[in-house]
């Protein structure tokens, strides 16, 4: 009897410190998802100063360095963004983990049901169930001002070489346009329907969002 008590504890022992380890790895995902943010404002609000303060009457020169410049700036917010999303997924793939396998697990060593332990992914699925329209945005905010930052800057681009340099497009150009258009489409389409449609599969927590 001793013995198979002393082996119960081991197991769960061993349960609980993957639970902690994945834990910590959102942990970390969601601290990257922070630091990605901070980056991207500080980014924006930098880039934006300086266009502000940049003189007028420049020479035909400065105008093609600086359209080649501005055309590749909402391809680093996109590129944020793709980011950002990839740590969502990971995130909610870790969380499925811990709700679907590993609390099993623990619940069929303890004989114990599932759903009196660990409750915390059950009640944040519920809560995200339970939430209408607005509170969803609420939560995604963070990721659709990077969204937006990528939009504007790619509207900027067409504004500036279009109305205030009036220049023509090469097939670079336009190229790179549309890879930046299709690009943002992508962004928002991957965190509407595809995550809407991931969320309800039943385990999967979106605490992460919480931070949002």
């Known amino acids: 009897m001793k013995n198979n008590y002393s082996f ?4 769960i022992q061993v349960h609980l410190e993957e639970y902690k380890a994945l834990k910590s790895e959102i942990s970390s995902r969601l601290a990257h998802q922070d630091r990605l943010l901070n980056w991207s404002v500080t980014f924006f609000i930098g880039l934006s100063v300086l266009m502000v303060g ?12 600086l359209q080649w410049v501005l055309l590749f700036i909402p391809l680093i917010f996109i590129s944020v963004g793709f980011d950002y999303q990839s740590q969502y997924f990971m995130m909610a793939n870790l969380a499925q983990y811990l709700n679907l396998n590993l ?14 332990i660990l409750m915390w992914e059950d009640y944040l699925i519920e809560l995200r169930n339970e939430s209408g329209l607005v509170e969803r945005i609420t939560w995604n905010v963070r990721y659709i001002l990077i969204i937006a930052m990528a939009l504007i800057w790619w509207l900027f681009f067409i504004f500036i070489t279009l109305v205030q340099f009036k220049v023509c497009w090469t097939i670079v150009e336009w190229t ?4 930046n258009a299709l690009s943002i489409i992508a962004l928002i389409w991957s965190n509407f ?13 979106s605490h992460e969002q919480k931070s949002t």
């Open 54 to 65: 940049f003189p007028d009457g420049i020479d035909t020169l400065v105008k093609i360095r």
């Open 8 to 11: 119960k504890k081991q197991i």
């Open 193 to 205: 329907p595809i995550i809407a449609k991931f969320r309800k599969i039943k385990g999967i927590s």
């Open 103 to 116: 609390r099993p697990k623990i619940s069929s060593v303890l004989k114990i049901p599932v759903e009196s």
């Open 176 to 179: 790179l346009v549309i890879f």
